[in-house]
């Protein structure tokens, strides 16, 4: 028993989500060193006392833990912002559980995870979409690289859809410019003057990402304010919903009336908002892998792919591979002023080998890494670092040494064809210098004076 105590005392003082435990007459049982960090009391102000005493505007309506214990009814992801003691704004998603033993509620347990750096990001991306409401640049089609016939075809569609004001989804691995689609698809639209605003459906919980998406009124939750969401923000305008398989499916079914009815309800609201807003949506995934796993409603997929867009990856389009390398080498010449035209054939050929899964944007990084490193006119693979050498260039891979071995040959013979073999490879890499053949072989001048005069190689 003890063990079992000592055993719960240690989980209870080292996970990250607050722990609040009141028994049936409403005094505090447990208070978790995570829920002092947000809500600014000590245990020693908590555990004893009841919990009207500690927050007397508290009452079964206010309170989720006098109303578990008051309805028998768990309350599951309730988003609060509020002031806790020390005077910080604090915001949490909680879950609210009753306790029952033998049919009779003994008490209640709160479980509190601390989102307050997370709602900061979540008003920094609505007040970063208010700016970009009034962001003048533009996205056009003949900004899109690319000249391979099945990217050129995803590209036809896309000048297709921006004729049109219907649902589109847009399909690609990571990497492949989702985004940079939707905007120019935007830009070349009759919308284009009114705005383009973007949110990544993977980046924030449900509880946020709902307000973030529709809005809130004043008192739909502790702290909460009248504020617009997405929707509101790019009414006339277009909205991207990206990685949309990540959306929680809770949400997908609000999405899905937003799409049937023309109107969104800001959380806590009973007032329907009539919105205009073009929806595009990208998914990383096969949509029907997503849909048979039960991370995407089907008939949302319906809804949304009226325009269905996908993006080839770079692997099925390596002709694109060139204009992509010449493109970033050109800017990141500009950019870290270097002096850079030319690109060494072992770093053409590795480039070309690999399979790329991590698409444009991987190859963007790889070639801003290497360019931070030249000094002169040439591209090399020296100027990439280790681990970007083994994984483009695989060094040994066909190499002077294979190691396939043929076993009709003796083994005396077959070692010393590769030992000869790689000192050929050793001297023309040194120019047919001895000295510098000896040092790349890492063996003395006068052991390789040996082996050249054993194999007959002479200067």
């Known amino acids: 028993m003890d063990f079992d105590k000592n055993l719960l005392d240690i989980i209870l003082e080292n996970i990250d989500e607050g722990i609040h435990v009141i028994n049936k007459e409403g005094y505090t049982v447990i208070y978790n060193k995570a829920m002092e960090e947000i809500e600014g009391f000590n245990k020693e102000e908590v555990v004893g006392k009841k919990l009207k005493e500690l927050f007397p505007s508290l009452n079964e309506n206010t309170s989720t833990l006098l109303s578990a214990l008051k309805t028998n009814k768990a309350i599951t992801d309730r988003y609060q912002t509020y002031l806790n003691k020390k005077g910080n704004n604090i915001t949490s998603v909680n879950t609210t559980v009753p306790i029952v033993i033998n049919n009779e509620i003994v ?77 120019c698809i935007h830009d070349s639209s009759s919308r284009c003057e009114k705005p383009f605003v973007a949110v990544n459906c993977a980046a924030l919980p449900e509880g946020l990402l709902e307000g973030i998406l529709f809005g809130t009124v004043k008192g739909s939750f502790t702290g909460a304010i009248d504020r617009p ?79 269905n ?62 360019m931070n490193m030249v000094i002169g006119h040439v591209l090399k693979m020296e100027h990439f670092p280790p681990h970007v050498q083994e994984i483009l260039f695989n060094k040994f891979k066909g190499d002077v040494h294979d190691l396939s071995y043929d076993f009709n040959v003796p083994l005396d013979e077959y070692l010393d064809t590769m030992e000869k073999n790689i000192i050929l490879k050793a001297l023309e890499k040194s120019e047919y210098n001895i000295s510098k053949t000896a040092n790349l072989l890492k063996i003395k001048r006068q052991t390789l004076q040996h082996k050249l005069n054993k194999y007959g190689i002479n200067k």
């Open 107 to 183: 008490g209640a347990v709160e479980i509190s995870k601390n989102f307050t750096k997370i709602r900061e990001l979540y008003d920094r991306i609505l007040n970063l979409n208010k700016d970009s409401v009034n962001d003048l640049t533009r996205k056009s089609f003949n900004d899109i690289i690319g000249a391979s016939p099945e990217f050129l075809h995803t590209i036809e569609l896309a000048k297709k859809a921006s004729k049109t004001s219907s649902t589109v989804l847009i399909i690609g691995e990571t990497g492949t410019g989702k985004e940079i689609i939707a905007k």
């Open 229 to 307: 969401g997405l929707f509101e923000q790019a009414n006339g305008g277009t909205i991207l919903l990206d990685e949309l398989n990540s959306m929680p499916i809770n949400l997908q079914a609000k999405l899905l009336r937003v799409l049937q009815e023309g109107y969104i309800r800001r959380v806590g609201d009973v007032r329907d908002i009539p919105i205009d807003v073009r929806i595009i949506a990208t998914t990383n995934e096969d949509p029907y892998t997503s849909i048979v796993e039960g991370r995407m409603r089907k008939d949302l997929y319906y809804r949304l792919s009226v325009i």
């Open 309 to 370: 867009i996908k993006i080839p990856p770079l692997r099925d389009r390596k002709e694109d591979i060139p204009i992509f390398m010449q493109e970033f080498i050109k800017r990141y010449n500009k950019e870290l002023l270097k002096d850079v035209w030319e690109i060494s054939s072992e770093v053409y050929d590795g480039f070309m080998s690999y399979d790329w899964p991590g698409n444009v944007r991987e190859l963007k990084n790889y070639i801003e890494g290497a």
